[in-house]
């Protein structure tokens, strides 16, 4: 098929499926590459604001909960805010009013907690039992499905560091009448210091991650396509100038040579205008082009040479015919007959000077 097309047109049809080849693998590579940058970025921010969830929780349980655990001893109602799982989970719901954190969510997932909204599912089950199995992993992230909704996740350990936070989570019997009015005697219980007893897992929809991906894609992939289109452009404006535009005359010069059209003129006039600055390069035109100038000068010669014997010939023609017409002048009758009136007269006038 490609036979059909000229040079320019090959070399164009072939660097753009190449180029086309190109960006597809490289769609593909930075596509993967963007969501994987995109994933590490929300996981990153995922992080700090884990950190920044544990600030708050150490902060209520340093300096609030000391401040709120007379009014649970003596109140007959529970103080949530002396809980500094409520103080993080609120905090965060107050961050989420910003636009930027409204699609992120947080959980203190627990395998026995307080409160049973904090209750671990069974995928966040499976990830306690990891964190369990493997003390020195600090965060886990990745994806899962929730009901119609992808989500990624970034999770950490959970475990109880401070003493005075077994007040409420030790036994029923050392925690406060208000703490068991409220929450019960069942839930809760039995925590242990050090021990990894549920995590912290922050949720963002999936979508919100490939979108961040898709955007910078597109973004990287329209620069891609415009870089790649002028690649073509300057490529092939330099292959007709530096290639195609040399070959051309050289290509009608073999082909006049081929058919024997070429007259001595037109060899000179294809050497001084077309041929001299192609025979000037160093690279495999300029040496072709030398060779072409060598058969013009050949052509040139041997023009020459053919010139000259025809001329040479012309002229022994011409000797031959005029032997032939005198020959033939001298056998005719006419001719002999003059030849013998001549020789009377010369006998006359010499018989009369005698």
């Not at 340093?62 to 529970?78: A, G, R």
């Not at 003493?163 to 005697?185: D, F, M, N, W």
């Not at 001084?272 to 192609?278: C, M």
């Not at 023009?303 to 040479?312: G, P, S, V």
Request: aromatic share 10%.
């Amino acid at each position: 098929m490609l036979n059909k097309f000229k040079l320019a047109t090959k070399f164009t049809l072939l660097l753009s499926l190449v180029f086309i080849g190109a960006i597809a693998v490289s769609g593909f590579a930075l596509s993967h590459a963007l969501e994987q940058k995109a994933e590490a970025e929300i996981g990153y921010r995922s992080q700090i604001l884990a950190e920044m969830m544990n600030s708050v929780r150490n902060f209520t349980n340093m300096h609030i909960s000391p401040l709120l655990i007379p009014m649970v001893e003596t109140q007959s109602t529970f103080v949530p805010e002396s809980i500094p799982s409520y103080a993080v989970r609120e905090v965060f719901e107050n961050l989420r009013k910003n636009e930027e954190y409204k699609d992120f969510f947080y959980k203190d997932a627990n395998l026995n907690p307080t409160n049973l909204r904090d209750k671990a599912d069974i995928f966040e089950t499976q990830l306690i039992e990891q964190f369990r199995n493997q003390p020195d992993l600090k965060n886990v992230s990745g994806f899962r499905d929730s009901f119609d909704e992808k989500l990624f996740y970034s999770a950490r350990p959970f475990s109880i560091k401070n003493q005075t936070c077994l007040r409420c989570h030790s036994t029923p019997e050392a925690a406060p009448k208000s703490h068991i009015v409220s929450y019960g005697s069942e839930n809760g219980f039995g925590w242990k210091l050090n021990d990894i007893i549920g995590t912290q897992i922050i949720y963002v929809p999936a979508s919100k991650v490939f979108d961040d991906a898709n955007r910078a894609s597109v973004s990287f992939m329209g620069l891609f396509i415009g870089i790649f289109a002028l690649v073509i452009l300057l490529i092939n404006y330099l292959l007709r100038r530096n290639v195609l535009q040399p070959l051309k005359p050289m290509a009608q010069l073999a082909q006049k040579i081929s058919m024997d059209e070429i007259s001595v003129e037109e060899a000179e006039e294809f050497d001084r205008q077309k041929l001299t600055s192609i025979v000037k390069r160093n690279d495999e035109l300029g040496q072709l082009g030398r060779v072409f100038q060598r058969m013009v000068h050949e052509i040139y010669a041997r023009e020459q040479k053919l010139r000259q014997q025809l001329h040479t010939l012309r002229i022994e023609v011409d000797d031959a015919k005029r032997a032939r017409q005198v020959a033939e002048i001298a056998e005719s009758t006419t001719f002999q007959k003059l030849q013998e009136e001549a020789k009377a007269m010369r006998n006359k006038r010499n018989a009369a000077n005698e």
